[in-house]
């Protein structure tokens, strides 16, 4: 995404929120406003429900308010469709800050350039998702492309080679059986979630679950 000068969900999400001069209620209320304007399909555990009902869902995170949690799970998974989030991120992002999500990806991301200095100077660099999805909510093959062409995009940048590991981070920490079954059909060496530890294993199944 970012070599097309195209903001990822995630940052840009991360961007919205830690502008100081947004408050975050007036963030919500802009996204649940654009969801019934635009009559938006919303889901909660895989199940259609109306954006009234998912408010009052109880949300519980170590780290974020509720309010603050809504507005991710809203902005990262819940809204159906990836379209319609990435519309509702842009239009945000120009309605708070009036940039473009284009112009703040050309300030944000670093060059391939930087990125072949950085390998050179012993930096490895693995997968995070080709485009950062909630790898537990998509199918089998969604998953599979997922990951075999960010580690295929890595290659073809000149990233990653036969000599270097593999390494796998999952977007958000969200990972399932099939994920698992992908991971060893690709030969990935190792896998990481957001459970906070230290990355210790002993067993070859565990390679694909360690902590970070």
């Known amino acids: 995404n ?3 000068g195209e903001l990822l969900d995630v940052n840009g999400i991360h961007f919205l929120l830690g ?3 947004i408050k975050i209620s007036k963030l919500l209320k802009f996204i649940v406003e654009n969801i019934k304007s635009k009559q938006y399909k919303v889901s909660l555990n895989k199940n259609y429900i109306s954006i009234e009902e998912y408010l009052k869902h109880k949300f519980e995170s170590r780290f974020d308010s509720k309010e ?14 990836l379209k319609n989030r990435n519309e509702i991120i842009a239009n945000a992002i120009e309605f ?16 391939l350039d930087e990125m072949l200095d950085m ?14 999805r909630w790898f537990n909510s998509l199918s089998y093959d969604d998953q599979y492309q997922e990951i075999f062409q960010s580690f295929k995009t890595l290659q073809d940048m000149k990233l990653l080679d036969n000599s270097t590991p593999k390494f796998l981070c999952y977007p958000y920490g969200a990972f399932n059986r099939d994920t698992l079954a992908i991971n060893k059909l690709l030969k990935i060496d190792f896998a990481f ?7 210790k294993s002993t067993k070859e199944e565990t390679f694909f679950k360690l902590k970070r």
């Not at 603050?68 to 469709?81: A, E, H, S, Y």
């Not at 979630?193 to 990355?199: C, L, S």
Request: charged share 20%.
């Open 68 to 81: 603050i949690l809504i507005v991710k799970r809203l902005l990262q998974r819940d809204i159906l469709g």
């Open 119 to 132: 390998k050179n100077m012993g930096m490895v660099f693995g997968s995070h998702g080709l485009t950062h």
């Open 19 to 21: 502008q100081r001069n």
């Open 193 to 199: 979630t957001t459970e906070v530890g230290a990355a």
């Open 2 to 4: 970012i070599f097309r």
């Open 96 to 111: 708070f800050t009036n940039c473009s999500s284009r112009d703040i990806a050309k300030k944000l991301y670093i060059t």
